[in-house]
């Protein structure tokens, strides 16, 4: 089992910048992709990016290529979404995931993320 929490939602104005954090725990990540999802209101859950825990390769959305990092700390099983330049769009319930299969098996309950005008 992996447990995940996310933090570091929150309101900020367009153009701003912030970053999310996944701690992970339950187990070693060596065998897992990590990635974020985001569901806006009204809206089906989309994929953002995600990170293979071992050689750190990653994968974006293109609504956020150049404004989106995601990255991992290996020490405290960690993987973050630094997020810059952000735009009314991206309003929305940010949700960390985990998949040592085919599909993501394990989700954190997610944080707010809201960008205003």
């Known amino acids: 089992q992996v447990q995940l929490v996310e933090s570091g939602g929150g309101l900020v104005q367009a153009g701003g910048s912030l970053r999310l954090s996944c701690a992970a725990s339950?187990?070693?990540?060596?065998?897992?992709?990590m990635a974020w999802f985001r569901q806006a209101p009204e809206k089906e859950r989309e994929f953002v990016a995600s990170?293979?825990?071992?050689?750190?390769?990653?994968n974006y959305a293109d609504s956020v290529k150049g404004r989106f990092t995601i990255s991992r700390d290996n020490a405290k099983n960690t993987v973050y979404l630094q997020m810059n330049n952000l735009k009314l769009g991206d309003t929305a319930v940010y949700s960390c995931?985990?998949?040592?299969?085919?599909?993501?098996?394990?989700w954190g309950q997610g944080t707010q993320v809201t960008v205003s005008s």
């Open positions: 990170i293979r825990w071992t050689d750190g390769s990653t």
């Open positions: 995931a985990a998949r040592n299969t085919p599909t993501y098996n394990y």
């Open positions: 339950g187990r070693t990540l060596n065998d897992f992709r």
